[in-house]
Every structure is written in C-alpha cells, then in structure tokens.
C-alpha cells in the first residue's frame, strides 16, 4: 500500500457518507485524461486548503488523479466498499 493508498479508506468512509461513492467512481473512469486537469487545479489550489494535513490529502488526491491506472484503481475499491455495506 502506498502513501496515497493509505487515504483510501478515509476518502471512501467520505463518500459512502454522503452518498457519492458510486457517482464518484463512474467519474473517475470516465473522465479519463481530464482528471489530470483536475489534478492540476489541486496543485494549484492547494496553498487555499488550511492545514498541513489537509494538504496532504489533496496532495495524495491530485497524485491519484494524475495517474490514470491509480484512479481506476481507485474506483474500483469505492466500488467494493460499497458492496459491503
């Protein structure tokens, strides 16, 4: 498990919260190579979301982004999160 990966579940338990863990994977495949544009925006953003901590997780979530093969990794496990509910 990488660095990113440990932010995983914390994302998921986000998501399921407020029901957007299947909306959200459906977007991350199908956005494809547009989710290194988000990935940018983050970078970019990133001085405006507060904490050294939170920082880090935008950081881990623009690295996902960026990497086409992670974020469909990435919602595949939303998928399978999901499914134990």
């Known amino acids: 498990m990488t660095d990113r990966q440990a932010w995983w ?21 199908a956005v494809g190579p547009l989710s ?10 990133q001085p405006l979301f507060g904490s050294t901590a939170a ?4 950081s881990a979530a623009a690295e996902m982004l960026a990497d086409p093969q992670e974020s469909r990794s990435f919602a595949s496990y939303l998928r399978k999160e999901g499914e134990v509910d």
């Not at 579940?9 to 495949?29: H, N, V």
């Open 55 to 58: 920082q880090s997780g935008w």
């Open 36 to 45: 290194a544009l988000a990935a940018q925006a983050i970078y970019v953003g």
């Open 9 to 29: 579940p914390i994302w998921a338990q986000k998501l399921q919260r407020w029901g957007l863990s299947e909306p959200m994977a459906a977007l991350l495949e």
